[in-house]
């Protein structure tokens, strides 16, 4: 982080003095903890995902459904020991896992409170929920650690990811980091009672016009493995967009769900997760809310 090389920015900002490419420094800032019933069915069986919303992030993702605090970073900064307080409230809970939402800006800090989470008796597994933009020296910090990686491939090509999240090789990167998270950790792990234990889960929000290339997105899954779970969302909202183009300026048809679904299916994955096409109307949250989702049990 003295110079910091976190996300492939490697903007090279010495964070003790000053804000990074992320938006934020070296302190942990935290915008929500929350009991999290929203994430796919194995990371919430049970009680639910006890998530950990961070604020800032490597993107700057112009639909941003999080931009309070990924962009804005409104929230609470927060000491380890406080944090890791909070992990074991999560486990007391009855929570599946601990899931850790773009934490990417903060790993060393986290990894020191994950020390002391453990000496506490946190045992439960820990999830990286990432917007996909990572380095692959980062992600091997993470090996003694996170068990369960759930990472967002958003586009399948460097324009989309130029044009949309302001970063000029999105596709290249997050390819790499997929490539070697499916190598380290490879398919997913339940339990007796359907509980994921392990693996990756790989997400794509399908965007309007398929400007997010979904298909070059499967076709590059596909050639890794098919036993790779799938996760198609559907829950694009347009009221986040900040930008001039006129398909994102319009919510996702069902149509083009469905012709991307059948290709998911036609290909052969043995696990996709599917959003029904009202998702775009519950997944709006709003951090300065109890409920940033609505109906999700809120701890800070």
Not at 109 to 114: P, V
Not at 138 to 160: F, P, Q, S, T, V
Not at 162 to 188: K, M
Request: charged share 20%; aromatic share 8%.
């Amino acid at each position: 982080m003295n110079p910091c090389t976190l996300c492939p920015r490697r903007c090279g900002v010495d964070r003790s003095r000053a804000k990074g490419a992320c938006g934020v420094g070296d302190e942990i800032r935290v915008g929500a903890i929350v009991i999290h019933r929203g994430e796919e069915p194995p990371l919430v069986e049970g009680a639910g995902s006890g998530a950990i919303f961070f604020c800032g992030c490597p993107l700057r993702c112009s639909y941003c459904q999080n931009s309070q605090i990924s962009h804005l970073c409104q929230g609470r900064t927060i000491a380890a020991p406080e944090l890791a307080d909070f992990m074991m409230r999560l486990q007391d809970a009855g929570c599946s896992n601990i899931n850790l939402v773009s934490p990417t800006h903060y790993t060393p800090q986290i990894l020191d409170t994950l020390e002391s989470a453990f000496r506490l008796g946190l045992n439960l597994p820990i999830v990286v929920n990432s917007g996909g933009y990572e380095t692959r020296e980062c992600l091997e910090l993470w090996g003694r650690y996170a068990r369960i990686y759930l990472m967002d491939l958003k586009y399948g090509d460097n324009h989309a990811g130029r044009s949309l999240s302001r970063v000029p090789d999105y596709w290249d990167q997050a390819r790499e980091a997929i490539s070697f998270l499916w190598e380290t950790v490879g398919p997913l792990e339940l339990d007796r009672e359907g509980r994921a234990v392990g693996g990756l889960i790989v997400r794509h929000l399908l965007l309007p016009g398929m400007l997010s290339n979904p298909f070059s997105v499967l076709e590059f899954l596909a050639g890794l493995s098919l036993d790779i779970p799938f996760s198609l969302m559907s829950q694009y909202n347009p009221r986040f967009y900040q930008g001039e183009s006129p398909e994102m300026m319009r919510g996702l048809t069902r149509d083009e769900y469905q012709v991307v679904l059948e290709r998911a299916l036609d290909l052969g994955f043995t696990t996709i997760f599917a959003q029904e096409m009202n998702a775009s109307g519950s997944y709006n949250p709003d951090f300065d809310a109890d409920s940033p989702f609505g109906d999700l049990t809120r701890l800070l």
